[in-house]
């Protein structure tokens, strides 16, 4: 995805940065509420991820953390992979 600067985790944590260009990893405006955007249509899909506004300097960045429960099944870790992919690509093409 054009939007995804970083993504970092451990076992089935997983945080995932946006940026407004990836080459300089310069964040989006704190107006565009790109994270707030992404937390909302993963929503819609049905899918609960965590928001991270101002993650830069607490007013710039935006991140996601994605917290599936340890007990989740490689078929749920799967759906949860294919509705967050849906719902990036359908804020992607809002926004780029």
């Known amino acids: 995805h054009p939007t995804v600067g970083d993504i970092r985790g451990k076992g089935l944590f997983a945080g995932v940065e946006f940026v407004r260009d990836k080459e300089t990893k310069e964040p989006f405006p704190a107006e565009a509420g790109y994270n707030g ?3 909302d249509q993963c ?3 049905g899918l609960l991820i965590y928001p991270g506004p101002g993650t ?3 007013v710039r960045g935006d991140h996601i953390i994605i917290a599936p429960p340890l ?3 490689k078929e ?3 759906l949860i992979v294919e509705l967050f992919d849906k ?3 359908e804020v992607e093409a809002k926004t780029l």
């Open 56 to 58: 830069i300097d607490g």
């Open 37 to 39: 955007r992404v937390v």
């Open 87 to 89: 719902s990036l690509a």
């Open 76 to 78: 749920e870790v799967d």
């Open 71 to 73: 007990v989740a099944s």
């Open 43 to 45: 929503f819609a899909n």
